[in-house]
């Protein structure tokens, strides 16, 4: 898994002289740490996520696709309800301003919600609304992203990388 991981590295920083020039295809991967807000965060005290994604432009604007798992962790470690699983399916739109340098997204799908210790699943709308920093091969974005079904909503940080073609 090693050589793997640092393969990618690799390949990133090698084509990070192409990312300026991305004009039709871009690839991304992120880190995330999430606060829940309202309700939510009565019963979860923060969460960590994975996400990745595509998109696919022209110019300054991008159509993006997006996938990955959060969870959230429950205030108190006796919590019957336990890790809350949050695995998106998203479709969006990704607009860049300034050189590319900052860009402003929003995207939409359908999710599915598990807590640890229920059998069954279930699936709800979702959406977010977010807003980044691109140095490079690297980004850094703020999400707001609800959940419909009350199951609430939560700010989350991103960080990660993004190469282009």
Do not use: C
């Not at 696709?65 to 959060?70: L, S, V």
């Amino acid at each position: 898994m090693k050589p793997a991981i640092l393969l990618l590295a690799i390949v990133m920083l090698v084509s990070s002289s192409s990312v300026r020039a991305q004009r039709l295809f871009f690839a991304f991967g992120h880190a995330e740490y999430a606060a829940p807000l309202g309700d939510l965060r009565s019963g979860y005290a923060n969460g960590l996520g994975v996400e990745a994604g595509i998109g696919l432009g022209f110019k300054s604007t991008f159509f993006t696709a997006t996938t990955g798992y959060t969870w959230l962790m429950p205030q108190d470690d006796n919590s019957p309800a336990g890790n809350l699983r949050y695995q998106p399916f998203k479709l969006g739109v990704r607009k860049y301003l300034l050189r590319r340098n900052i860009f402003v997204k929003a995207d939409a799908g359908l999710a599915g919600m598990k807590s640890e210790h229920s059998r069954d699943g279930s699936t709800h709308f979702t959406a977010g609304l977010g807003a980044g920093l691109k140095l490079a091969t690297f980004e850094v974005l703020g999400e707001y992203t609800t959940v419909s079904g009350g199951w609430g909503s939560w700010l989350s940080i991103k960080a990660g990388l993004a190469i282009g073609l």
